[in-house]
Structures are given as C-alpha cells and as structure tokens.
Nanobody, 114 residues
C-alpha cells in the first residue's frame, strides 16, 4: 500500500493550492479517507474527511476554505485549499479516516507566508 501526496509548495497568504494523494495497493472504494496535517511542534490532526458515500466533514479551522474530494477510478483523494493562512503551514498527509491507519506516506509540505 502506498499513499503518495503531492501539490504542496511555498505560497503567500490568500492564495490557493490543490493537493492530490494517489492511493495504490487497496480498493479505494472501500475506505473512508482523510487529509491530515502536522505543523511544527504539534500533533498530527485531521482537517478533512470523505466517506465512501462522498459525504464530507471538516475541522472548524478549515471549514469554508478547504474542499476534499475523491476519484475512486483514478485512485486519488484531493484537497482544494483556498484563502490559505500562515497557520495552515504544515506537512499534509492522506490516510484512512479510521482508527486503523495505513502506513503513512511522506506527505507534502505547505508553507504559507504572511
């Protein structure tokens, strides 16, 4: 199983980024998925989740700015991030939205300058 996140970068506050996670080795249709982030010195947190039926949920800190989506045929889970803020700076990862996680991938770094 591999989780390959990409799309991060160094951006200024207010702009948008789109992250993508390619999930290989499992049938993505069978899993609820999420995007997580870990900021320096902080614990990893779930920022957005998408269920097998397409329903979504978001952390309060990103609600109305981030949108999670999935394409089971392409085996990808995406995160559209708008109106980025410096506090969004973190390494972003995708994984199962479950207590039982897949092996974490490398993640993708998002740095937002003020």
């Amino acid at each position: 199983v591999q989780l390959q996140a990409s799309g991060g970068g160094f951006v200024q506050a207010g702009v948008s980024l789109r992250l993508s996670c390619v999930v290989s080795g499992i049938n993505l249709n069978n899993y609820d998925m999420g995007w997580y982030r870990q900021a320096p010195g902080k614990q990893r947190e779930l920022v957005a989740g998408i269920s097998r039926d397409g329903s979504t949920n978001y952390a309060d800190s990103v609600k109305d700015r981030f949108t999670i989506s999935r394409d089971n045929a392409k085996k990808t889970v995406n995160l559209q991030m708008n109106r980025l803020k410096p506090e969004d700076t973190a390494v972003y990862y995708c994984n199962r939205k479950s207590i039982v996680k897949l092996l974490w991938g490398q993640g993708t770094l998002v740095t937002v300058s003020s």
